[in-house]
């Protein structure tokens, strides 16, 4: 079973809809409640699951996918969904081994951003992966990439 540390968006709660379909998937899904108004401290709260549970991957969503940039997690695999990045924490290039699924029909964080953090950290193109009809990613074919991708502990 893989253990997966799942990082909610701004505003959302632990037990969404995609943390809920990782465990009904069979994976091992931690998910803290980031605070929603102090960035550092939802980093910091992000940091203390890492280090007590180490997880296989780091799945963040949204703001969370920020916060998942900003974790000191070694060679952890990052998937990034639709990573919020340039209105929480900033731009931190991200390591080899992650994976940014976003819709370019997403109203809340701009597809461009992810084409930039992807330029900026030096991925492959095949490390963007354009899904999803909106912000949420919650269609079927959302979440069956983010399961594959899960399975393989964030490896393609």
């Known amino acids: 079973m893989v253990k997966i540390l799942f990082l909610h968006g ?3 709660r632990p037990g969404g809809v995609k943390p809920s ?3 009904d998937q069979g994976f091992e899904v931690i998910n803290p409640a980031l605070d929603d108004d102090d960035f550092q401290r939802a980093v910091l709260v992000a940091q203390a699951a890492y280090d007590a549970h180490v997880p296989e991957v780091i799945v963040g969503s949204s703001r969370g996918g920020a916060v998942a940039m900003h974790v000191q997690s070694a060679d952890t695999p990052l998937i990034l969904l639709c990573p919020a990045w340039r209105d929480h924490g900033g731009m931190v290039p991200v390591k080899t081994n992650t994976w940014i699924l976003h819709s370019p029909h ?17 991925l492959a193109l095949s490390q963007l ?24 502990g964030g490896r393609a």
């Not at 997403?106 to 030096?122: F, I, R």
Request: proline share 2%; charged share 25%.
């Open 10 to 12: 701004w505003h959302a």
């Open 129 to 152: 992966i354009t899904t999803g009809t909106d912000h949420r990613l919650i269609d079927p074919d959302s979440l069956g990439i983010l399961r594959a991708l899960c399975e393989k």
């Open 106 to 122: 997403d109203e809340v964080v701009a597809y461009a951003d992810s084409e930039t953090l992807l330029q900026q950290s030096g």
């Open 21 to 23: 379909f990782l465990r």
